[in-house]
């Protein structure tokens, strides 16, 4: 008789708050429906969506369009995070209870959205009165611009796909008692620079992959750092490998806890520590609000290699191949209800649009 071993766990539904669902305007890529199947079969049941679309998500309308076109589409509870220029600061009284973080572009990235003048920059931190915090795109040092801003106006600030670079400079405002978090990602967390030779421009996002040692000071700072985001940014690989204008970004959403599972079977971090900066953190510093009888399962004695066989995410690839991973999701339950189940979707989306608590 051959007895499948089973070391069934059950985890909290994942939670992302930095999600690009190319919807509208790029949906050849992804959109609502495929972003957040990708999520629900990694194990996510609430995401926040970024605001680079290709008509950035800068005003009310655009915000309202969002919200109306995911309805009836989602499989997860998804939430927006608004795009910050000098034009959308009017907007930010209107739109502050609707969306999670407002995201501020300080570096150039895929997409539309950039503001690298200082006193721009000082307008938007001045303008955000949300409680909620301003999310950063901002490379190396940048960062202590960010961080001078935030506080000068006494705002929530929230580092996005932060490196190694930039620890001591968060260490360092956050003793000064700047409410100020921070999010590291998974390619950061898993590949290096040396993965590049192997990887080509399917190993380019913004911020890049940087040295080994970079790498091992995440893994070891893991302790400061707040959560773990997939920045998940799916683009085609036709726009990956177009030498003439690369596209920055990967996908993230499916590969995120079979990775850390795998950490976790090493040592290299707790379980109870994962659940914390997957699920437990980011609902708490973004307000997100409770999923009640929410959670996914877990058969920790599967192990394999991540390969781009199954994927969910339109773009169909993944910059993690043949990394090990560990442990196959059974189910995932949203609100007492089966929506996934032994690699199938079950029922209609039943995933709601947030906003914060
Ligand atoms: O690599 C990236 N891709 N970094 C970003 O900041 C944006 C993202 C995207 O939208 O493709
Ligand atoms: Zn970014
Ligand atoms: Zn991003």
């Known amino acids: 008789m051959i007895v499948k071993k089973e ?3 059950k985890l909290p539904g994942l ?10 305007g790029a949906t050849y890529k992804e959109d609502f429906e495929s972003g957040t199947r990708a999520a629900v079969a990694g194990g996510y049941t609430q995401i926040l969506d970024m605001p680079n679309n290709v008509n950035p998500t800068t005003t009310p309308a655009r915000l309202q369009e969002k919200i109306r076109v995911s309805k009836g589409k989602i499989w997860c509870d998804l939430g927006f995070n608004f795009g910050a220029t000098v034009d959308s600061t009017r907007y930010f009284p209107k739109v502050y209870k609707k969306t999670f973080g407002l995201k501020i572009y300080m570096s150039q990235t895929t997409g539309p959205l950039l503001v690298n003048k ?3 920059q000082d307008l938007i931190f001045k303008s955000w009165l949300s409680n909620l915090p301003t999310m950063v795109h901002a490379e190396d040092e940048l960062v202590e611009v960010a961080i001078r801003l935030a506080k000068k106006y006494k705002r929530k600030i929230h580092i996005c796909h932060m490196t190694a670079n930039q620890l001591k400079a968060i260490k360092k405002a956050r003793k000064e008692g700047l409410k100020i978090t921070c999010e ?3 390619h950061h967390l898993f590949l290096n620079r040396s993965d590049l030779k192997r990887l080509g421009p399917l190993g380019m996002m913004k911020p890049p992959l940087l040295s080994k040692s970079d790498q091992q000071k995440l893994w070891m700072n893991l302790s400061e750092i707040d959560m773990i985001s997939t920045d998940h940014a799916p683009h085609t690989l036709e726009e990956k490998y177009d030498q003439s204008s690369p596209k920055f970004g990967v996908p993230g959403l499916e590969t995120t806890l079979p990775l850390m599972l795998e950490a976790v079977a090493r040592g290299k971090i707790s379980i109870g520590r994962l659940v914390e900066m997957t699920s437990t953190n980011p609902r708490k ?11 996914m399962t877990v058969n920790l004695e599967e192990r394999y290699k991540i390969s781009k066989k ?4 339109k773009c169909g690839w ?3 191949v043949g990394l090990e991973g560990r442990g196959e999701i059974k189910k995932v339950v949203l609100r007492g209800q089966i929506i996934f189940e032994n690699g199938r979707f079950s029922g209609k989306p039943q995933g709601k649009v947030i906003y914060p608590d």
């Open 118 to 120: 200082l006193q721009e």
């Open 285 to 295: 510093i973004f307000h997100l609000p409770a999923q009640p009888n929410t959670f």
């Open 310 to 313: 199954g994927l969910f995410t």
């Open 15 to 24: 939670v992302d708050v930095h999600v690009h669902l190319r919807e509208p």
């Open 7 to 9: 070391d069934i766990i």
């Open 184 to 186: 590291v990602c998974p």
């Open 318 to 320: 993944t910059p993690f």
